[in-house]
């Protein structure tokens, strides 16, 4: 009788726990097949799949950006880290009033127009790094939004010198831990600090996988000191996942940086409103979520851009179904506040230099 007591509990609070909210947004990946892993990411039977299916609302195309690339190395691109619990309950949720009329079409590249960081499309080379990106370009573009400053952050400050705080640099880290980096560091910007991979992946296969590069702590321009150099986030909070909640943080504070779930299916978008159609779960990536809209046919969508140069997908950027959390893509949204610190001190140290010449 006992036993069947305790058996009867263990069922109970299986069910409690499966019901509760599940907060590592990021699925995890299931091992690979060594076979399937040495097989090239772009397939002919992926891209037939999409473009004959009617309800896929996208299209597919042999992306010159992943040509003869492996599944294993399509993966390594994908470098973020599912959240521990733990971790996640200490973060604070935002959400916004629902006092506000947000627009059905919104952009940031034109409502923002005077802040070119919001229309760039990076290139994350050889490296796992788009936890960083995601991150860094968002901040970038809320200084602008925020103080009409243009500046392009240091993405290599907060892969190299984050350390295992963030994760594991090119082999992936956690997007909530750069913005608390990028609270208590800070990141210099990209004239002091460039990003290390100066060659990109515009050669086949994009091999060798580079390793992460060393915290120097010194600018590569002479005349700029690193300390000085440095540009922070007030705070770093999630944001919750209903969808009026990204669109009044956008339309308020500017581009967000979104985790979501990638399938094969996924290197071969080309254009339309992306959803998961086929092929097996490859990974966890981060990218900039800069707005949102309809299409004709419709469909609700988000429009992000991505870090994998222009020749993928629509230029460098993608939409995606809004309002129905396709893969995860509503579920892990973070960003921060840009920060008056070392502001004043920097600018008025410049200011004096100019003094001193004249």
């Known amino acids: 009788m006992a036993m069947s007591y305790g058996v009867a509990l263990l069922l109970l609070l299986a069910a409690i726990f499966s019901a509760l909210p599940r907060h590592d947004q990021v699925v995890a990946v299931k091992p690979i097949p060594r076979m399937r892993t040495n097989s090239e990411i772009l397939q002919d039977s992926i891209i037939?799949?999409?473009?004959?299916?009617?309800?896929?609302?996208?299209?597919?195309?042999?992306?010159?950006?992943?040509?003869?690339?492996?599944?294993?190395?399509?993966?390594?691109?994908?470098?973020?880290?599912?959240?521990?619990?733990?971790?996640?309950?200490?973060?604070?949720?935002i959400t916004h009033p629902k006092t506000s009329i947000l627009p059905k079409?919104?952009?940031?590249?034109?409502?923002?127009?005077?802040?070119?960081t919001i229309g760039k499309i990076l290139e994350q080379g050889h490296c796992g790094s788009c936890w960083a990106f995601g991150a860094v370009e968002s901040l970038s573009d809320r200084f602008c939004i925020q103080f009409n400053m243009n500046i392009s952050l240091s993405v290599n400050d907060l892969l190299s010198c984050c350390g295992f705080m963030c994760g594991d640099g090119c082999d992936g880290g956690y997007p909530i831990y750069a913005w608390q980096y990028l609270v208590q560091s800070g990141v210099v910007t990209e004239t002091c600090d460039p990003y290390f991979d100066d060659?990109?992946?515009?050669?086949?296969?994009?091999?060798?996988?580079?390793?992460?590069?060393?915290?120097?702590?010194?600018?590569?321009?002479?005349?700029?000191?690193?300390?000085?150099?440095?540009?922070?986030?007030?705070n770093a909070y999630r944001i919750d996942s209903d969808q009026y909640n990204i669109m009044a943080e956008i339309y308020k504070n500017g581009p967000v940086e979104v985790a979501f779930t990638v399938y094969e299916d996924f290197a071969h978008y080309k254009s339309g409103v992306y959803r998961h159609i086929t092929g097996d779960v490859?990974?966890?990536?981060?990218?900039?979520?800069?707005?949102?809209?309809?299409?004709?046919?419709?469909?609700?969508?988000?429009?992000?851009?991505?870090?994998?140069?222009?020749?993928w997908g629509e230029d460098g950027y993608f939409k995606i179904r809004r309002g129905t959390n396709e893969c995860g893509i509503e579920e892990d949204v973070v960003a921060g506040l840009p920060s008056t610190k070392n502001l004043i001190r920097t600018y008025a140290d410049i200011e004096a230099r100019g003094d001193a010449i004249a």
């Open 105 to 116: 079409q919104f952009d940031a590249r034109t409502v923002w127009p005077q802040c070119s």
């Open 48 to 93: 037939r799949s999409v473009n004959t299916n009617p309800q896929a609302g996208w299209q597919a195309s042999m992306n010159p950006r992943f040509t003869n690339y492996t599944i294993g190395q399509f993966k390594h691109l994908l470098g973020v880290k599912p959240t521990p619990q733990n971790a996640l309950e200490s973060i604070p949720v």
């Open 282 to 311: 490859m990974g966890g990536h981060a990218v900039k979520l800069i707005g949102w809209g309809t299409s004709e046919d419709g469909e609700d969508y988000w429009l992000l851009a991505n870090q994998w140069n222009r020749s």
């Open 199 to 234: 060659i990109g992946c515009s050669h086949p296969g994009c091999e060798p996988v580079y390793p992460t590069p060393q915290c120097e702590k010194k600018c590569k321009v002479k005349n700029q000191i690193w300390d000085e150099s440095k540009h922070f986030s007030v």
